[in-house]
């Protein structure tokens, strides 16, 4: 499956079309982007295979989607924990923090020994709206992250990536590869230099927002929420 | 399995609990009873056994779980109708009526007609606070719903009964047995009254709410937001 891309700016603009025209609430659409993650992370790793699951989440509304999937995959029988070093102000990132602890799900402040101990890695620290450069302390959590020796999944980009150019040349991030990345609504132009598994998430557009944005309506199967997609190196994704 | 019922008075005090302790808003909350909704319905009717679902809404959050899940069923394929004869003031209400709009879900005036072209229907029409009496339309309603010839799915209680006690000695509802039910966090104590197939959505409840409300937290499988459920003739539900 090919998809069309689409920009930072238009990704932007879409989110604030879906809010407010569309009759979205940011609590419902990022409850469906954490619920299409906690999907990607069962089909890549059933509890089956480790239950030991670190979320990282950043200060923004991609951060936000890990919080929202952490839940769901506490509720699944995994053993999330939460690493979220600097904590956005909207009022809903606190909603869904206090949602966590009463599921017990541990926030922990050591990102080396919560790697060790953990099957894989959820990076939910940046998504379309990241502008670079990185800023203190996500260079060192980025290179903690990059050669980390369990997989990790990246939520919408990976995170130090450019969301246009992709990887930075040199520095943090300049090696990392997630092994699945999974693109909310629409893959983001990064992707055409991205390697792994690919999925789509965020099964809410409409055929009039599809179109003003030029984007493409994959076809979801049965009841999910996530569409596993193939990366196309021609670079027209 | 069998679960215990919760009554009318605490599910309205767990859901306060769950918007004023849980950190949760009824926008998530809705979202999530919809989608397992949307679940059963897909469960129950796959598309393949025809795509015309006629939703019949209510005036309260029954009626919203409704059409939220109206939403996920047009994105699963299905070509849902809406009957929303009364509709309630909260405005989020209004927010899910334009997202149905934006997916081109027609909402139809004439009760009788739909039903003649719809393949199943959906009862959102009350759930857990509904104290009765009917009052117009509604005893119209529920009578041509109990008399239809497709089969219907309630949510969270079959509309008219009452939630402790059951289905109405007389009139309208009386003799009202849905195909399906879904409960949502738990049943109620009418559905000893009930004898079709029976569902349990609503998969976020935390372990110390379920203790407080003496419920049982039923083992969902995998990602569904639903599990099948017994009805337990003995009455302990």
């Known amino acids: 499956m090919s998809l069309k ?4 700016k238009d990704a932007a603009s879409l989110d604030k079309d879906l809010m407010e025209i569309g009759g979205w609430s940011l609590d419902q659409l990022m409850e ?7 999907q990607a992370v069962y089909r890549i790793h059933p509890p ?5 699951v670190l979320v990282v989440c950043g200060p923004g509304n991609n951060g936000g989607d890990g919080l929202v999937a952490a839940r769901h995959l506490a ?3 995994y053993k999330p924990s939460i690493y979220y070093p600097k904590q956005g102000k909207n009022e809903l990132y606190q909603r869904l923090k206090t949602q966590l602890e009463n599921l017990s799900v541990p926030f922990v402040s050591d990102l080396a020994v919560a ?3 953990s099957d894989f890695l959820v990076d939910a620290i940046f998504g379309f709206s990241f502008g670079g450069p990185l800023r203190e302390p996500f260079p060192t959590i980025i290179s903690q992250i ?5 997989p990790v999944l990246s939520v919408d980009a990976p995170s130090s990536w450019d969301i246009e150019s992709g990887p930075p040349e040199q520095g943090p991030g300049s090696k990392f590869m997630p092994e699945a990345l999974i693109s909310l609504t629409a893959p983001k132009p990064c992707v055409k230099h991205y390697t792994g598994r690919h ?3 965020g099964r809410f557009l409409t055929k ?4 003003k944005y030029g984007l493409d309506l994959p076809q979801y199967p049965g009841i999910d929420q996530i569409v596993e997609v193939g990366v196309d190196t021609e670079g027209k994704l």
């Open 5 to 8: 891309a689409i920009s930072s």
């Open 32 to 38: 469906l982007a954490g619920l299409s993650v906690s």
């Open 48 to 52: 089956s295979s480790g239950k030991d």
């Open 75 to 77: 509720q699944y029988g």
């Open 115 to 117: 790697i060790k101990s």
């Open 146 to 150: 990059e050669t980390a020796s369990i």
């Open 199 to 201: 999925f789509l998430g």
């Open 208 to 211: 009039s927002i599809a179109e």
